[in-house]
Each structure stands twice: as structure tokens, then as C-alpha cells.
């Protein structure tokens, strides 16, 4: 058995269990596991909170597979999972430990909700894909939801971290997607639909999943938009999940985009998801001006 196979037959073993679990902010996760350790952990306590557990605590079967995956590491308190699994859509993925502090986590959180949501409330009013691609992918949970939504007949997963392209590798294949998985940081040409839930705060330690660049986080989320039209054929979609500043009532990156639009003659719209989320990251300099971040979805259509 693979490491690969290991981790793939306990998503399968988690899912025989009835397993579910909704993955939430740092901020929260920190503190639920502030509060004292239960009794007796379960399943969700052991792949959900990322608790510290003793191999007694587990069945053997499955820490069986956590240790033929690999996935297993000694910790303060005992022993500890080194992938997390949540729940989304009926739907189980693998994504980092917790904390998610290495440049190579694989982050799934409220922001990966409102993504997929957004995404399918929009594929629903769009004709069929060709060929869909999910931009910097992550766990894959985008495309793999959004590919079952629009009933794509292509999807490809592209990030730019190899750590990211292997949880959505076993994501897809759990969820009995056919997807191309690619380490790339661009997107090929000949797709009608990209989905992108870009980065967007300001990350001293520049994690790829998380740093949005300049112009208070929202360089990435430009660059992409601007990268996703150019690889759209005539008439495709970009659907566009991201933070964006709030200065004095308005948003630079919502400007921005609506520049981008008109000087590619591309039709905007644009959608505000959430009014304030991130707040305690506005404590940071940077953000000295900024009064809000928003969630928003944005949709663009190349003429």
C-alpha cells in the first residue's frame, strides 16, 4: 500500500464512519483547543481539531493507515495527525495540520464555503463547461464541486505549491472526479470557464495560500483576473472569490478590476458575500487606512 492509497482508504474509512466536520477560522480553531482536552476523543477531535491522542484512542485500523500514509507524528500530549479532514457539500478533503504556518500548507476554511457556494450559484445560470479550470487550486475543493455543479466535461487543478497539487490529486480522485492536477503558476490557454479563489491578506511570512501581494493584498487577485480573461476563449467566464480592502467607502481592487474590464472590453459584475471578515488582521500597520475587508465574488466575461 502507497502512501497515496493510505490516505484515500482513510477518507474512505472516515466516510464508513459518518465523519463530518466544518473547518473554521485560526483565530477559533486556537481557541476551542484552548479549552480543556475531552475525555474520550473521537474522530472529529483527532482529524477535525487536530487534537493531541494516544494510539488507544483510535481504532486500529485507521492508525494503521495514518502511519502507513506517513501521516503520523509524535506531539506534545501524545501523537498527532499531520492532515486534517473537513466536510463540505457531503463531501470529505484532506488539507493541512494545524496551525497552518509552513509555506506549503494547504489551507481550508470559511473562505473555501463561501467560494464554493459562490461558484455554484453562478455555474447555475451558465451553460455546461468544456473545459474548467480551478486556479491555484488548493485542496481542489473548488473545482471538484464546481466541476460536478456545471457538469464540466474537462477540469484541470492548477497551484503552484506540489503539496497542494497532491491533496487535490487524492481529492478528486475520492470524490470520483476525473481532474489533470498541474504544478504550474499560470493557466494554458482554451478554457471557457477559470474559477480562482486567489489570496488576499497581508502575510509577513508570504505563505502562498495566503499573501495577496501590494496595494493592501489585492496584487495577486489582479494579476489573476487579468491571467484568466487571457486564457479565456471568447465568451468564458472568470469567476473570481477574493478579499477586498474597503478605503473610505470604496474598494482599490474593485477599481481596478472594473480598469482591467474596460481596456479588455470584458463585462464585470460584481458581488459583495461578506461585509467584514479578517477583522483583527486590521491591528497591522498596513492595514492603517483600510476600514473593512469584504468578501465579494466578481464574474467577468470575455467579449
Not at 470559511?110 to 479550470?133: I, N, Q
Not at 491555484?136 to 487543478?157: K, M, P, T, V, Y
Not at 478528486?172 to 486567489?198: K, L
Request: a neutral charge; charged letters at 25%; aromatic letters at 8%.
Amino acid at each position: 500500500m502507497t502512501a497515496d492509497d493510505a490516505l484515500l482508504e482513510l477518507l474512505a474509512q472516515l466516510q464508513s464512519r459518518n465523519y463530518r466536520f466544518t473547518a473554521v477560522t485560526p483565530g477559533t480553531h486556537a481557541r476551542v483547543l484552548q479549552r480543556p482536552r475531552p475525555g474520550v476523543l473521537t474522530l472529529r477531535d483527532i482529524f477535525g481539531w487536530n487534537r493531541p491522542f494516544e494510539a488507544a484512542d483510535i481504532d486500529r485500523r485507521i492508525f494503521d493507515l495514518l502511519r502507513h500514509a506517513g501521516a503520523v507524528e509524535k506531539a506534545r500530549g501524545g501523537l498527532r495527525s499531520r492532515v486534517r479532514v473537513a466536510s463540505l457539500c457531503d463531501r470529505l478533503f484532506l488539507h493541512s495540520s494545524f496551525p497552518t504556518e509552513a509555506a506549503d500548507s494547504v489551507f481550508f476554511g470559511p473562505d473555501t464555503y463561501r467560494f464554493c457556494s459562490f461558484v455554484a450559484s453562478e455555474l447555475s445560470t451558465m451553460k455546461p463547461s468544456s473545459w474548467m479550470v480551478d486556479m491555484g487550486a488548493g485542496s481542489g475543493a473548488g473545482g471538484i464541486i464546481a466541476a460536478s455543479a456545471a457538469q464540466a466535461s474537462r477540469l484541470s487543478l492548477i497551484d503552484i505549491n506540489p503539496a497542494a497539487a497532491r491533496l487535490a490529486r487524492l481529492n478528486a480522485r475520492f470524490a470520483g472526479v476525473a481532474a489533470e492536477v498541474v504544478v504550474a503558476d499560470r493557466v494554458s490557454g482554451g478554457c471557457d470557464v477559470v474559477i480562482a479563489n486567489p489570496p488576499y491578506l497581508i502575510d509577513s511570512a508570504h505563505r502562498t495560500y495566503r499573501h495577496g501581494g501590494r496595494d493592501f493584498g489585492g496584487e495577486v487577485a489582479l494579476r489573476w483576473a487579468r491571467q484568466s480573461l487571457s486564457s479565456l476563449t471568447p465568451g468564458g467566464s472568470s469567476l473570481l472569490y477574493t478579499g477586498a480592502a474597503i478605503v473610505d467607502g470604496r474598494s482599490p481592487l474593485l477599481e481596478a478590476i472594473s480598469d482591467l474590464a474596460r481596456e479588455t472590453s470584458a463585462h464585470v459584475t460584481s458581488r459583495e458575500l461578506d461585509p467584514d471578515v479578517f477583522g483583527e488582521e486590521l491591528v497591522r500597520p498596513e492595514y492603517a487606512d483600510v476600514e473593512r475587508i469584504a468578501a465579494i465574488g466578481i464574474k467577468m466575461v470575455k467579449r
